[in-house]
């Protein structure tokens, strides 16, 4: 199994000493919780629906912010979960404050309050917003270079509300029933992990039990205060931001120099808080990244202009030092996709065979029935119970898929119709494929299927349509992919809560529904209100311009690169597969050391300010493990959401200000002496 070699990819892992020893009492509750179990019909309630647009549109806001900063967005699903349970408590107590009588809030309905916010706000974190969509706008093409070869002035889309919300609903809800048939299969027959899922479930579980109940409110406490602390700083560091390159977010914590090549602290709560969540591998891989490319590569060829690219080009052209920051952090980023993909796809096929090996032994199979415990029995039961007609899913994803066919040519004239028919085909395998990596190694390798459409579509299209094609492929299989996949982990979380398949679906389907809605609305207002997109501003939106030059090498080939570009480029893909294969082939107490290739691209491009936030966010952590283990694994959760919501919150009333054209009074600026 992989599950060793994944361990640092698991941000959630930091709740496991806290679920340890939540278990005991979850199994000797197990048996009662069976019994007075609701029906399907009564796990959604009203109040569970205004909570998750509640926290499905924080979230939207808040992941929307990440992704046009730096592209790299933690796992929230436990801090939903948390959030869900504050939310509800806090509404009961208020009701019986009032002297008002309020219904039970149960685990189910915490799941799937948890299921619909998720999803809401999944839309935000994987619509595309920060990459290919933001990909076809003319900033974009812009920075790309307009006598860049392949990079067609034809190939640009304006950002606008109605077509982003009608390719999400048109993209995201055929994902919803591309797996629905095979749940039993990957969740009970198979009996996959879903690490994450598993994490969630064991976690709303423990908080529905008496012991953990205490816990939870030490978890409520801790986040309303970090929460309220982390709104007031930025509502603070608010007034002195009155001009460019101004406040605390441009403090030259290492002196000006420094300053210059993005090396300082910015007092953000919200990567400080992303930090906390993330493995320490994660945090220092960003901080390596950060050092071999600012610290060391970005100078050292920023002094050859005029010998490995012409000294009149400003560095931002793509014929330029940009052109080396974008494609090496490309290499790094395809080589480690590549890599997981492939071990993803071995793991896979190998599981599956081992699964048929064990289905075909009809005693073991019998042996494995009888060693089953009478709670796994009773969950497989209400599992299978509450089932879905196959033919319903699959007249459904053909009716979904049919509305694509038609509507996806229409908006984007560029993408064949038969290509479309060609992805919706292919995506359940995909999906499974996706879906079952993702069941063992808790890795989600959607965007690398949407990438190998991108180049493959990108090449098939030609010249004069290929960058719009790849980028619409990109997206399509993206969305099917990991929709399903995360629909598969909500499965697993619903089947150790004792939540009805049904209303998992159903709550998906709204939180769906709700984050097609919600997920432009939020995009357009930091594109409003910020200068979304430029390079030398906070909202840089770095993956756009990667995906739309990915499409433009699908086009073009590499012909295009400035000098020793694309040796640069190999090296780095073969750093990426080399570091992969040692952590992967080494003993684990080396193997924990190995950077993540991923994680080293995203400062390449970015610059080093927020890892340097993240890594004093893991150093908070080391520390208080040290000091206090035992609290320091029940506090972090609650900590690391309170600092991000906290944070984000101001997000709103900020860009409300800046669209209301009502400047900070004060530019807190630091020069030269």
């Known amino acids: 199994m992989a599950h060793s070699n994944s361990e640092e990819m698991r941000d959630i892992a930091r709740v496991n000493p806290v679920i340890e020893e939540m278990e005991l009492e979850q199994i000797q509750e197990q048996e009662e919780d069976t019994k007075r179990i609701p029906p399907w019909t009564k796990h959604m309630t009203i109040r569970g629906l205004i909570v998750s647009l509640a926290i499905g549109i924080m979230y939207s806001v808040i992941v929307m912010k990440l992704n046009l900063t730096t592209g790299l967005v933690p796992n929230l699903n436990v801090s939903a979960a948390l959030l869900a349970f504050v939310f509800v408590r806090t509404w009961i107590k208020l009701l019986h404050k009032a002297g008002i009588v309020s219904t039970p809030f149960t685990r189910q309905e915490n799941t799937i309050i948890q299921t619909c916010a998720t999803a809401c706000y999944s839309i935000a974190v994987g619509g595309g917003f920060g990459s290919y969509l933001l990909g076809f706008n003319r900033k974009t093409y812009l920075q790309a270079g307009v006598d860049t070869p392949g990079n067609n002035p034809n190939s640009t889309k304006e950002p606008e509300i109605g077509w982003m919300t009608g390719f999400l609903f048109v993209s995201c809800f055929v994902g919803l029933l591309a797996l629905v048939p095979l749940r039993k299969i990957m969740v009970i027959d198979y009996k996959l992990t879903y690490p994450s899922g598993t994490a969630t479930a064991v976690l709303i579980n423990g908080f529905h039990s008496s012991k953990g109940n205490k816990m939870a409110k030490k978890q409520v406490r801790g986040f309303v205060k970090y929460f309220s602390f982390s709104f007031l700083w930025a509502f603070f560091q608010w007034f002195f931001t009155g001009g460019d390159l101004c406040g605390f977010v441009q403090f030259p914590t290492f002196g000006l120099k420094a300053w210059k090549n993005s090396f300082y602290f910015d007092f953000s709560m919200t990567y400080i808080g992303a930090g906390m969540i993330c493995s320490h591998l994660v945090n220092l891989s960003l901080l390596l990244g950060a050092v071999l490319s600012w610290g060391i590569m970005w100078p050292l060829i920023s002094g050859l202009k005029g010998e490995w690219f012409p000294k009149t080009l400003p560095e931002s052209s793509m014929k330029s ?19 997981n993909f492939l071990k993803v796809a071995y793991f896979t096929g190998k599981n599956i065979q081992a699964a ?18 009478l709670d796994d029995l009773q969950r497989n039961e209400i599992f299978i119970r509450e089932s879905f007609p196959l033919w319903l899913a699959c007249v459904g994803y053909i009716i979904f898929s049919i509305i694509s066919i038609i509507i996806i040519p229409l908006m984007f004239p560029q993408l064949k119709w038969y290509f479309v028919v060609v992805a919706y085909l292919l995506a359940p395998i995909l999906s499974f494929c996706n879906a079952y990596g993702a069941g063992l190694t808790d890795m989600n390798m959607a965007y690398n299927y949407g990438k190998v459409a991108l180049f493959v579509l990108a090449a098939l299209s030609g010249k004069e349509n290929g960058v719009v094609a790849g980028l619409v492929g990109c997206g399509l299989i993206k969305s099917i992919v990991s929709i ?3 629909l598969m982990h909500d499965f697993k979380t619903g089947h150790l809560t004792l939540t009805s398949p049904r ?13 097609c809605v919600v997920a432009p609305l939020s995009f357009f207002l930091f594109y409003k209100a910020f200068d979304v997109g430029n390079p030398d501003r906070e909202y840089k939106a770095p993956y756009a311009i990667v995906y739309r030059n990915m499409a433009i090498l699908g086009v073009q080939g ?6 020793h570009c694309l040796q640069l480029c190999y090296g780095f893909f073969a750093f990426a597969i080399a570091a992969n294969l040692l952590r992967d082939l080494s003993p684990k107490k080396i193997g924990k050391w190995i950077p993540l290739p991923m994680a080293m691209a995203v400062p390449f491009l970015v610059g080093a300010y927020f890892a340097i936030d993240m890594c004093v966010g893991s150093l908070i952590v080391f520390v208080w493990q040290k000091l206090n283990k035992k609290k320091a694994d029940l506090m972090i959760p609650a900590v690391a959401s309170g600092l991000i919501c ?4 101001w997000i709103l009333p900020s860009s409300i200000l800046a669209l209301a054209k009502i400047r900070p ?3 807190m600026k630091f020069l030269a002496s």
């Open 558 to 563: 590499f012909s295009a690169l400035p000098r």
């Open 321 to 339: 030092l940009n052109s080396y920051k974008v494609f090496v952090s490309i290499a790094l980023i395809l080589g480690d996709g590549l890599y």
């Open 665 to 667: 009074p004060i530019c």
């Open 503 to 515: 209303s998992m679906l159903l709550s998906q389907a709204i939180g769906t529904a709700i984050g």
């Open 356 to 373: 048929r090996t064990r289905n075909n032994n009809i005693n073991t199979t019998s042996d494995n029935q009888n060693s089953q415990s």
């Open 646 to 649: 906290g944070d984000g919150l």
């Open 484 to 486: 399903s996949s995360d």
